[in-house]
């Protein structure tokens, strides 16, 4: 079974910045950040293909996140990351890590992750 670890979650004020990394115990293809805040359901918040034949990298975002968040990847050390800049008060959430063992079209639903974190709480103070 496949572990998934976060880590680099904390607190920041408006227009701040963080670094999520998401370490993997095994390959999968696709990889994910999500979010869910309190009351509130869990959304996808960026997607990357892992480094594997043509599909590697391909990247898919939220609209919500779309020029400040920037998913990557570290296929040889199975690690993933999410770069955070200009955060804003809504971006308060739980972030959690998820993978699946196929590739990625689009920014899939939560259902169709395999694999999930534990999650790693982002706190953005206005």
């Known amino acids: 079974r496949m572990e998934l670890v976060e880590s680099g979650g904390g607190s920041v004020q408006a227009g701040g910045s963080l670094k999520l990394s998401c370490t993997a115990s095994?390959?999968?293809?696709?990889m994910a950040w999500f979010r869910q805040a309190p009351g509130k359901e869990r959304e996808g918040v960026a997607t990357?293909?892992?480094?594997?034949?043509?599909?590697?990298?391909?990247?898919y975002y939220d609209d919500s996140v779309k020029g400040r968040f920037t998913i990557s990847q570290d296929n040889a050390k199975r690690m993933v990351y999410l770069q955070m800049n200009g955060l804003k008060p809504e971006d308060t959430a739980m972030y959690y890590c998820?993978?699946?063992?196929?590739?990625?079209?689009?920014?899939?639903?939560?259902?169709?992750?395999?694999?999930w974190g534990q999650g790693t709480q982002v706190t953005v103070s206005s």
């Open positions: 990357i293909n892992i480094g594997r034949g043509n599909r590697g990298g391909e990247t």
């Open positions: 998820a993978a699946r063992r196929t590739y990625c079209s689009v920014l899939h639903d939560a259902d169709s992750y395999n694999y």
């Open positions: 095994e390959y999968s293809y696709c």
